[in-house]
């Protein structure tokens, strides 16, 4: 079975702080994604990484940054922790699509980090 | 225009009944089609994927895609109260493709009533 480990289940920060938050795979993925969930806006994409020290940013990366140094782990950095950043955070990966046809490969997600930020 | 549209409900359903989940999408170049879905507390799994116009079955759920009217939808046969869940409707488009940057509707959250 596919794993995606985060670190922290529940982490409590406040105004300013650093965080990271640490994401592992075990299932050799190329594709690494981190997502917000909150009520009434649904799952939206911060960053993601197609390969070992790359990364692009996806629909809301302002006041977050990532590091994928090696190809099993995708960590999310907050440089400094605002109340408005409070939320859900889930940590994705997946294989590249199929050569045969490009399908799109599953997103296998991990367990979920609920940040509070005071 | 939010780009995948779902109902956020709650759609209540009774056991032993048809559940549908509508979700509509804007981009016309949008190529694969995923549901997924999200217990309370838990983190989405992928339950359906769809490429192609038409329905696809896989055990009692089947996906149903038309590109032209730009609709999704998910039927649930036998609905079972493990069912209950909120469900995400996720959308790749052309400019994407060959990659999995998703766009993820709000999700419909669904209740099967005993």
């Known amino acids: 079975d596919v794993k995606v480990t985060q670190s922290s289940r529940y982490l409590v920060k406040r105004t300013g702080e650093k965080v990271f938050l640490e994401c592992v795979q075990d299932?050799?993925?190329?594709?690494m994604f981190w997502y917000r969930q909150d009520p009434g806006l649904g799952l939206r994409l911060i960053y993601f990484?197609?390969?070992?020290?790359?990364?692009e940013k996806g629909d809301i990366p302002e006041g977050y940054s990532v590091s994928r140094e090696k190809k099993e782990r995708f960590s999310l950095i907050l440089e400094s922790a605002s109340t408005n950043q409070t939320s859900m955070y889930l940590c994705a990966s997946s294989s590249p699509p199929r050569a045969v046809d490009l399908r799109i490969g599953e997103l296998f997600f991990g367990e979920g980090s609920r940040l509070t930020v005071l | 225009q939010k780009e995948v549209e779902q109902n956020s409900g709650p759609l209540s359903v009774p056991e032993g009944a048809i559940a549908s989940l509508n979700c509509t999408y804007s981009?016309?170049?949008?190529?694969?089609f995923f549901w997924y879905r999200q217990y309370s507390g838990k983190s989405p799994e992928l339950i359906m994927s769809?490429?192609?116009?038409g329905d696809k079955e896989d055990g009692r759920f089947t996906a149903q895609l038309n590109k032209a009217s730009q609709y999704v939808s998910l039927l649930i046969r036998d609905s079972q109260p493990s069912d209950s869940a909120t469900y995400l409707c996720?959308?790749?488009?052309?400019?994407?493709?060959?990659?999995?940057?998703?766009?993820f509707g709000t999700g419909t959250r669904l209740t099967i009533i005993p």
């Open positions: 996720a959308v790749n488009n052309r400019a994407n493709f060959g990659n999995e940057k998703l766009t």
């Open positions: 981009d016309r170049g949008s190529q694969s």
């Open positions: 299932m050799d993925h190329e594709n």
């Open positions: 769809i490429y192609s116009n």
């Open positions: 990484s197609y390969d070992v020290k790359m990364k």
